[in-house]
């Protein structure tokens, strides 16, 4: 089984997902954002070991802790999709353009593409490449639990944003409709930011996609 708890860190109380393998207690933290040591901590306290940092996108509010808890733990960091490069390349600019302390520069061991798999203990995540928001914005699904983590692509009740660097809106309107909500109404998701939904909810009811 797959275990998760949200932990909002940074001003933009960005959701970093905490998940990991009840059989094994392998964790790995999806867009860690910010607050390293409260990360940490957390880990910690479950009793759990870190073995990945998983990366849907490259904007600052999800990657700004990566390359301290990298250097840190050692563990490698997944993600995103190659083309998100160039934002990770670019994170002094986002410090100064948010207005965010300095972070530690990084590098991904292994970029990803639609139809991978990331292995969290004995559970696997599928990826999906959902660009709009950023060119190379992955989804991460757990198909045998229903459950996605799908970064700025899909909110409860919005869509992200498409007016930064190589954003596309229609894009990102064809990733939601194309590629996510044909996996299933049934399906949860953590957005990267604001509270949880489900695809159906979101099919039905999310003013941007009638």
């Known amino acids: 089984m797959l275990n998760r708890v949200t932990l909002p860190v940074t001003p933009f109380a960005q959701n ?4 990991w393998c009840s059989a094994t207690h392998k964790a790995a933290l999806i867009d860690p954002g910010g607050e390293t ?3 940490l901590a957390e880990i910690e306290e479950r009793g759990l070991l870190l073995e990945s940092i998983l990366l849907t996108h490259g904007h600052l509010d999800h990657v700004g802790a990566t390359g301290e808890l990298a250097a840190g733990t050692g563990v490698p960091v997944i993600g995103p999709q190659r083309e998100d490069a160039f934002w990770i390349d670019m994170l002094e600019q986002q410090v100064q353009m948010f ?5 530690v520069p990084f590098s991904p061991n292994r970029w990803l593409e639609g139809g991978d798999t ?10 999906y490449h959902c660009p709009g928001h950023t060119p190379g914005h992955l989804v991460f699904v757990h198909q045998a639990q229903r459950l996605a983590f799908v970064g700025d692509v899909l909110f409860n009740g919005s869509i992200g944003r498409t007016d930064f660097p190589r954003g ?3 894009q990102l309107i064809d990733a939601i409709t194309h590629t996510l909500l044909p996996l299933g109404d049934d399906i949860v998701f953590v957005p990267g930011h604001g509270p949880e939904s489900s695809f159906g909810e979101e099919r039905l009811n999310n003013p941007y996609l009638r």
Not at 118 to 127: A, H, K, N, Y
């Open 37 to 39: 040591e409260r990360l």
């Open 99 to 103: 207005g965010f302390p300095p972070v």
């Open 16 to 19: 970093c997902s905490l998940v």
């Open 118 to 127: 990331v292995r969290v203990g004995q559970e696997s995540l599928v990826v």
């Open 168 to 170: 596309n809106h229609q």
